[in-house]
């Protein structure tokens, strides 16, 4: 025992237990060591991943160190704790982030240089940890560097899947998919806790019995169990001791599988049984916005809650306190509906393992749970059939309907003999089957709800969530707009102009202060700073050119307007509209004059991202995205005037490069449908002003950067519904333009025009659900702005300086606080610097 250790004993262990000295020669000698024990290579035999590794694991070590340090302290002095749950961290890359938030970026390119490796090449070997489809698991890593950086006590918790999203190639134009083996090489970037197992059960059935007071209680008992490993993610904040943890499971068989069936002898069948446990964290599900609606991705819910909760519990068991202090110490924020499941699983333990009564358990329930909506789509909206429901998890189901049960009383006693009003509002869909919808479980289960930005927090209030807005009263329902990290997106991926913002303002305390960037305002008409900012664009510019010369090989000139959409494909976000622009502008250009042209400003339109491999239209646009460049990039009669480019497997370490490149970035989604996107704010950080609709955070990006630093066009949120209504039912005539444009598809312009026509069907009159044509003319007004304004360059530098000097608003920082403070009431805990084991 440790208190009983003699005092020598604990003297040399304090002697010991110090943190490793930062400086060259000390991390140098870690690197070797790595290579030559963990490694097993000679310095002879080493190429730049063998460079990464090494570097890694020394920096890992450290991180450890820093975790250990942090957890330590916070289960010492427990404080309230928030757990973000989230299907998906879309993480990138690791290496270069670990160094900056370690402090310790300059020496160790240094130390590795000095070894014989350029830190950028070495920082390239590195492959992203791609586990997520786009935006929300995107979202999900900025607000974990953030929480670190701001010192809140945080824990995310996710699932270890073994493949992440799909690896895209163009293979004649399509889009094929390819796995995402990501573990590989093993990952440097965890730290598997094989010793912390928790089992998690599924189907069986509920047995109801009489307890000693007479009060009828149930207990699940399973039918199927498999075991929930933990690996931990250390996740440093910037310039902080603090260093928190995201904790993704993996499942793997239980250690005693289904014995029946060996004793039977029926080894085959305990070993297939043993495949099944394993394949519930094998794979990312690859919709972004859509709901699949399999078996397996209920699994999935279900067992990461679980184990999540299962974990978090005993946490605070260890505390001793009562369970009435269960929110006071825990917060829990939904992101989606995915982890809604927790709610019932809470209620479950409460009730069923603690022997809480009902109404208790609940109000400890609803006290810790928060819920974020990112959709208002209904394709987005999961619902669960209660037969699958039923089977997968019988207990549970059992409690769903309590929940609406006592939910509905008390709606029908606060709005009495409103039938309608209660179908509508209950968590149970009255369909063939039955169905449970998830969003109104997650709002009846947590204290507050918010949306992602200001339109689309307004929107979930007047639409899906209108009836619970009048129930509840609208202070559970607020906004949080979403932010970005400025060290991933801002130091990191533009470095050049990071250093000339530390140069300008003084002091780089911008990069936690993100409001400190208005100080760039008064640069504005600096002639000297002018050129230096745009020489960095340029830079950027001539940066992406190599890349995609590379990837593409398709050479385009950096002095061309760069256009870029890149995002997950989808209808409502219009790259089709974009495509379909494109040949507007090609088929222009083709009808001007040799003097005419000289007066066409060039211009690169650059797309990227991934359809879901079962999205046939969005599949479609890909490819009509790639016949028309193929056409217009082999023009003579167009040569530098247009070139079009579609850049396969878009991903973070992609964006890296991508963003701050760009001169215009397109955010153009029909509005109403996009919650917010965060890519914009990241253009628009690194000085790329927006061609955009009046959508998601797009319309606060104009509010803090000024109307003539944006380029806005198209319907606003409230006509959508009386647009589609006079398309429908008046006959709105398609617009001329974009009638040519077809014309032009349908002549085979483009390659056999039958490829397209499942996507052109999509425009029919009445049917054009996303408003191409209504957009169109002032899409196309709006393209023309740009030109002309990207010629008067002395004004395009001036925008493009304004865009950054005012983005302070959307740093992830800011959102992260907005949550801690609102919703969570977390308070930061800053660890400090290397204390003593007592
Ligand atoms: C999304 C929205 O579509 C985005 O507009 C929003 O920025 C993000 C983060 O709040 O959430 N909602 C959603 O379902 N996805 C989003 O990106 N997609 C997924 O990645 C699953």
Redesign the pocket.
């Known amino acids: 025992e440790r208190s009983k250790w003699p005092k020598e004993t604990i003297d040399l262990w304090n002697r010991l237990y110090k943190k490793d000295a930062a400086d060259i020669e000390t991390i140098q000698k870690s690197i070797v060591h790595h290579v030559t024990t963990t490694l097993a290579r000679a310095a002879y035999n080493m190429d730049n991943f063998t460079a990464y590794q090494a570097v890694a694991l020394s920096a890992r070590d450290r991180l450890i160190a820093q975790w250990n340090e942090t957890q330590g302290q916070l289960s010492k002095a427990d404080p309230k704790r928030v757990y973000y749950l989230s299907l ?1 961290f879309l993480l990138g890359r690791s290496m270069d982030n670990a160094l900056l938030n370690l402090g310790l970026k300059d020496v160790y390119a240094k130390g590795i240089g000095q070894l014989g490796f350029r830190m950028e090449d070495v920082v390239e070997s590195e492959s992203d940890a791609a586990l ?6 995107r ?1 999900a890593a900025c607000y974990m560097d953030s929480l670190a950086t701001l010192e809140y006590p945080a824990w995310g918790y996710g699932l270890r899947y073994n493949y992440g999203i799909f690896q895209q190639r163009i293979i004649e134009g399509y889009q094929a998919e390819f796995p995402d083996y990501w573990l590989n090489f093993d990952n440097p970037w965890e730290l598997p806790r094989l010793d912390i197992s928790i089992p998690i059960y599924f189907a069986g059935h509920v047995h109801s019995f009489q307890d000693e007071y007479g009060v009828t209680r149930h207990k699940w008992v399973p039918g199927q169990s498999v075991q929930a490993i933990a690996y931990d993610v250390p996740i440093p904040g910037y310039d902080t001791e603090n260093c928190n943890n995201i904790r993704l499971w993996r499942s793997k068989p239980t250690r005693v599988f289904d014995l029946t069936s060996f004793n039977e002898g029926n080894y085959e069948k305990s070993v297939e049984d043993a495949t099944q446990a394993e394949k519930i964290t094998s794979v990312l599900y690859p919709n ?2 859509t709901m699949a609606g399999k078996e397996l991705r209920l699994k999935q819910q279900y067992f990461w809650t679980a184990a999540s909760l299962h974990d978090i519990v005993r946490r605070f068991k260890k505390s001793q306190r009562d369970w009435s202090d269960f929110p006071e110490q825990v917060a829990i924020q939904l992101n ?1 509906t995915h982890p809604t499941l927790a709610i019932v699983e809470l209620q479950r333990i409460l009730v069923d393992e603690e022997q809480l009564n009902w109404d208790d358990a609940w109000e400890i329930v609803t006290r810790t749970f928060a819920f974020t909506n ?2 208002v789509l209904p394709e ?1 909206m999961e619902k669960w059939s209660v037969p699958m429901f039923e089977y997968l998890l019988p207990r549970h189901l059992q409690i769903v309907f309590d929940i609406n049960l006592f939910f509905l009383q008390k709606v029908e006693k606060r709005f009495p003999n409103d039938r309608e009003l209660l179908k509508r509002m209950s968590i149970i869909e009255e369909a063939q089957p039955q169905q449970i919808r998830m969003a109104h479980l997650a709002v009846v289960g947590s204290h507050k709800v918010n949306g ?1 930005a200001a339109l689309h927090s307004n929107l979930i209030r007047d639409t899906i969530f209108k009836d619970f807005v009048e129930y509840y009263g609208s202070d559970k329902f607020v906004n949080v707009t ?1 932010g970005i990290t400025s060290r991933r997106w801002l130091n990191q991926a533009n470095h050049k102009l990071s250093e000339l913002i530390t140069e300008t303002l003084g002091s780089d305390a911008w990069i936690k202060d993100l409001d400190l960037l208005k100080g760039l305002n008064k640069k504005v008409d600096d002639k000297v700073f002018q050129k230096k900012w745009m020489a960095i664009k340029r830079a950027n510019k001539v940066r992406l050119a190599e890349l995609i010369k590379e990837r593409c090989g398709i050479e385009v000139s950096p002095d061309a307007l760069f256009d870029v959409q890149v995002k997950r494909i989808h209808e409502y976000k219009r790259q089709f509209m974009n495509i379909l622009a494109v040949i507007h502008r090609y088929r222009t250009i083709k009808s001007l004059t040799p003097a005419q042209k000289a007066n066409v400003q060039p211009r690169v339109v650059i797309f990227g991202g991934k359809a879901a491999p079962g999205y046939y239209v969005a599949k479609l646009v890909i490819k009509l995205i790639n016949s028309v460049a193929n056409v217009v990039n082999q023009d003579p009669a167009v040569g530098d005037l247009l070139k079009v480019v579609f850049i396969p497997d878009y991903n973070v370490s992609l964006a890296e490069v991508i963003v701050p490149a760009s001169d215009i970035s397109q955010h153009i989604s029909t509005a109403g449908t ?5 890519s914009n704010m990241k253009f628009v950080l690194n000085g790329g002003l927006i061609l955009g609709t009046m959508d ?1 955070a797009n319309i606060e990006i104009l509010e803090e950067i000024g109307e003539d630093n944006i380029f806005i066009f198209g319907c606003l949120a409230h006509e959508v519904e009386d647009l589609r209504y006079a398309q429908r039912y008046r006959g709105v005539p398609m617009d001329p333009a974009l009638q040519g444009v077809l014309a032009a598809i349908e002549k085979g312009t483009f390659e056999d025009p039958k490829i397209f026509q499942p996507l052109i069907s999509t425009l029919t009159i009445g049917k054009d659900y996303y408003l191409i044509s209504a957009d169109f003319a002032s899409y196309l007004r709006a393209n023309q702005a740009v030109d002309a304004a990207y010629k008067d360059q002395d004004e395009w530098v001036k925008k493009s300086i304004r865009c950054t000097a005012n983005m302070g608003k959307f740093s992830s920082d800011r959102s992260v606080k907005e949550y801690a403070d609102n919703i969570w009431h977390i308070k930061p805990f800053k660890v400090v610097d290397n204390q003593q084991i007592d």
Not at 132 to 137: A, D, P, V
Not at 674 to 678: C, L, N, Q, R, V
């Open positions: 998906e997520g489809n786009g935006n929300l698991g979202l972004d916005n989606d990112h959709t987005a992602v979403n996009e919650a917010s996107g965060t998601g």
